[in-house]
């Protein structure tokens, strides 16, 4: 078993470069499944949700070449089964993208329930709506889902609940039908607009992406030959700004672009951080101790909810009560458990938590629940006075490149110590 053990209190200070995008890779992969022919995507993150990806599109006889550890050329023109691997796919979220991409293609798909970070109900019925007004037929069965179609025609969808997957799930499936479909009340992500640009500059005709209403023209067929590299990922720049305020650092975080970290950017001022926008790389600074906040995680461009439990370490430390509303997952306070061993003072009621700031954390170890508590942990860890030991690594590295390493370059003490 596999632990990071961190020693603090650090002050992270120094450059750390982003990575491109974990969940815009995630969806971009299985896009590549709409193209008959070869496309090139750099700048993907390497982590284990990309390495899975790779290996189930292999297995659906797609040919990959790695270019370098960032980038592979894939070629997408002989696709042999329409049965998606069972133990990989339900490994992970976004495995239903390829529920989209494949009844665009091949108008048929077998694949398993997607897993992924135990947040609360993870339903998925606004993606299956999507794909029966478009014609598909969806069957939930045993733990696999199969989606059968003919030719999907485009139409109008609107989305009863702004979702992130639901809307770029129904823009793969759009991309090949015939006639044009608008996804209305659709989700705003970055990296919503990250898929439709890859599409569209494969190909696809995707109009509006980032606004609520995204209009996407059927095309023929995607031609491919083309290279588009990923956009840089948003929270895991928000992850080192937090880190910077937690820990009283000063860090320069490159790769970035600041206009998907305003409402962060917005907060850091508020409880008394410094923050320096560059455009394409951000420094954040704090001297002294955060003041309290009142939090709400929404969909962009509100606050994140995959920065919540990080946004939670500087609260716990910070001067004052402080609340976080979580609107998104109904179980995303499972980290407050594992800080408050490390001294925090957190009670969690349902959606709400209330941040009753301390001055110090103390190192304990603790468990990751999910991927942004593991990020948040590793935080605690480096402010915390002692020794912290964290366990349930898998869920870290699935969607963190090199995270100790990147730590340690801007001076945290924290190792990976095999038991
Ligand atoms: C994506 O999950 C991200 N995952 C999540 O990131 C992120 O927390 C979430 O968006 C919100 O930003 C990936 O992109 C792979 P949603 P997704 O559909 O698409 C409800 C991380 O840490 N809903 O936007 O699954 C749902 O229950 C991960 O990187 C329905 O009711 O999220 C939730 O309350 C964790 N029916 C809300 O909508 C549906 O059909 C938003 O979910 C779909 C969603």
């Not at 759009?174 to 640009?197: F, Q, R, S």
């Not at 101790?289 to 995680?297: D, E, F, Q, V």
């Not at 349930?392 to 490149?401: A, K, S, V």
């Amino acid at each position: 078993m596999e632990k990071l053990v961190v020693k603090g209190p650090t002050p992270l200070k120094g450059e750390v470069t982003i990575s491109g995008a974990k969940n815009a890779a995630v969806a971009i992969l299985p896009a590549t499944l709409l193209i008959d022919g070869v496309c090139t995507i750099e700048n993907l993150p390497n982590i284990s949700d990309i390495k899975i990806y790779c290996t189930i599109l292999e297995k659906l006889g797609a040919k990959i070449t790695w270019n370098n550890e960032h980038s592979i050329t894939i070629d997408t023109s002989n696709i042999t089964t329409t049965k998606a691997p069972l133990d990989l796919t339900s490994k992970f979220r976004a495995s239903y993208y390829m529920i989209g991409a494949m009844l665009s293609r091949k108008g048929e798909i077998e694949v398993g329930m997607p897993g992924g970070c135990k947040l609360g109900a993870r339903p998925i019925d606004q993606h299956i709506k999507g794909f029966e007004l478009l014609g598909a037929n969806v069957t939930v069965e045993k733990g696999k889902i199969y989606a059968k179609a003919k030719k999907l025609k485009g139409c109008p969808i609107y989305m009863d609940i702004v979702s992130v997957g639901a809307t770029i799930n129904v823009m793969l499936s759009a991309v090949l039908a015939k006639g044009t479909t608008i996804i209305d009340n659709a989700a705003k992500e970055p990296h919503i607009v990250d898929v439709a640009n890859f599409l569209n500059t494969m190909g696809a005709d995707i109009r509006g992406a980032g606004t609520d209403v995204i209009k996407i023209n059927g095309v023929e067929k995607l031609k491919g030959n083309a290279t588009y590299s990923v956009v840089p990922d948003q929270i895991e720049a928000g992850t080192f700004m937090l880190a910077a305020v937690a820990t009283r650092g000063d860090l320069l975080i490159k790769n970035c672009i600041t206009k998907h970290l305003e409402s962060i950017t917005a907060k850091i001022i508020e409880i008394g951080g410094n923050v320096e926008d560059n455009g394409d790389s951000i420094r954040v600074w704090c001297t002294k101790r955060p003041n309290r906040a009142t939090i709400k995680t929404l969909p962009y461009p509100g606050f994140p909810t995959d920065l919540q439990p990080q946004m939670g370490v500087v609260l716990s430390l910070a001067n004052g009560t402080s609340t976080i509303n979580e609107s998104i997952w109904d179980s995303r306070f499972q980290y407050t458990e594992e800080l408050n061993k490390m001294g925090a003072k957190i009670t969690a009621h349902g959606k709400t938590a209330f941040f009753e700031g301390v001055k110090k954390l103390y190192g304990a170890p603790v468990y990751s629940s999910d991927l942004r508590a593991g990020a948040a942990l590793v935080i605690a860890g480096t402010a915390a006075e002692g020794e912290t030991e964290i366990y349930n690594l898998e869920h870290i590295d699935r969607g963190y490149e090199n995270i100790e390493e990147k730590f340690r370059k801007i001076g945290a003490k924290i190792e990976r110590v095999t038991e």
